[in-house]
């Protein structure tokens, strides 16, 4: 619409033009104001697993702005502490932490019930966190260091989600987000295991959105390409590995964790109602599949 006001504009001089100008303002102030008005994620609770930092913040504070009541967490209460402080200094105000390694059956209870006794309730998981503590091609993985890998980054996702649907269901419906990786799609070599368990989450993500869709509860999967992260410092940061990474990646440069705040609101919105089962890939064009 407001590309359609341009090529008008363009068209015109004088009185008319600074009128169209007016009206472009005031139409761009009013969509502000009303999706303020209405945020699509009011009266939501939410819990983001591994969120006091990176991919996981972003999201927690994007599920904020939109209106939701959000559990942060991660390993460390010092992180937790701060990543908390950061967002209430922010404003968003609706906003508890609490320690859980997802990787910790008395944690994850903790967590569940800290949503609970916060804010009464869950609509919203969204699985985050994931190991990688080894570099190298798949098949040269040790087998500590696979346990680690699908221990993190799917066992805990299933977890996380069976434990969440009491709390799901007593809402009658809700959505769960995981987050994978493009090299769940693509692998990249040198993440050989980590790429595999990514793979995991698409299977888990397609099988949870079948068996869950007849009650409501939404099933969706984010795919990132390269995130500027602690994450993928190594990546991102020394300049060749960093000219190597945006050779692969049209947009020329990495994607930032508000960007896929923003993917992840969309799921677990409204705007996404008749969306299960699917990933979404966030990568700036980076190839994945046709
Ligand atoms: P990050 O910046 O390193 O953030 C890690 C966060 O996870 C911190 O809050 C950390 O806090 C927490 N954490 C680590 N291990 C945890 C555990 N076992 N249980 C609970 N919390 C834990 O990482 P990121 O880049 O945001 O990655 C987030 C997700 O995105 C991961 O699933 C990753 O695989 C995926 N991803 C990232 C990229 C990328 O380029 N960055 C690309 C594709 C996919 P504590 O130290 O306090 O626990």
Redesign the pocket.
């Known amino acids: 619409m407001i590309v359609g006001k341009l090529s008008i504009l363009s068209t015109m001089t004088g009185r008319n033009a600074k009128a169209a100008i007016n009206l472009t303002t005031s139409v761009s102030k009013y969509s502000t104001a009303a999706s303020m008005a209405n945020p699509r994620l009011a009266g939501k609770v939410a819990i983001v697993?591994?969120?006091?930092?990176?991919?996981?913040?972003?999201i927690a504070r994007r599920l904020l702005r939109e209106g939701a009541s959000v559990v942060v967490?991660?390993?460390?209460q010092?992180?937790?502490d701060e990543?908390v402080k950061a967002l209430q200094t922010e404003g968003l105000k609706s906003v508890t932490g609490i320690?859980?390694?997802?990787?910790k059956k008395d944690?994850r209870s903790k967590l569940f019930e800290e949503a609970k006794k916060k804010f009464g309730g869950l609509d919203i998981l969204i699985s985050?966190?994931?190991?990688?503590p080894t570099v190298g091609p798949v098949l040269d993985c040790e087998e500590d260091a696979w346990d680690k890998i699908f221990d993190?980054?799917v066992k805990?996702a299933y977890l996380l989600s069976q434990e969440a649907l009491p709390l799901l269901r007593k809402r009658g419906g809700g959505s769960i987000v995981y987050?994978?990786?493009?090299?769940g799609l693509q692998p990249f070599p040198l993440l050989g295991a980590?790429s595999v368990s990514?793979t995991a989450l698409l299977g888990l993500t397609k099988a949870a959105a079948q068996t869950l869709a007849s009650e409501n509860i939404r099933v969706n999967c984010l795919?990132?390409?390269?995130?500027?992260?602690?994450?993928?410092q190594a990546?991102?940061e020394p300049e060749t590995s960093r000219d190597v990474a945006l050779q692969s990646i049209p947009m020329q440069r990495?994607?930032t964790?508000d960007e896929?705040g923003g993917v992840v609101a969309f799921l677990c919105s409204d705007d996404a109602a008749y969306i299960t089962g699917e990933t979404i890939v966030a990568s700036g064009g980076m190839q994945s599949r046709l």
Request: glycine share 10%; aromatic share 8%; hydrophobic share 40%.
């Open positions: 697993t591994a969120s006091t930092d990176g991919i996981g913040f972003g967490s991660s390993r460390k010092k992180n937790v990543a320690v859980c390694h997802v990787g944690d985050n966190a994931a190991a990688n993190i980054n805990s987050v994978a990786s493009i090299a980590y990514k795919a990132p390409g390269v995130i500027k992260t602690k994450f993928a990546i991102t990495f994607g964790p896929m």
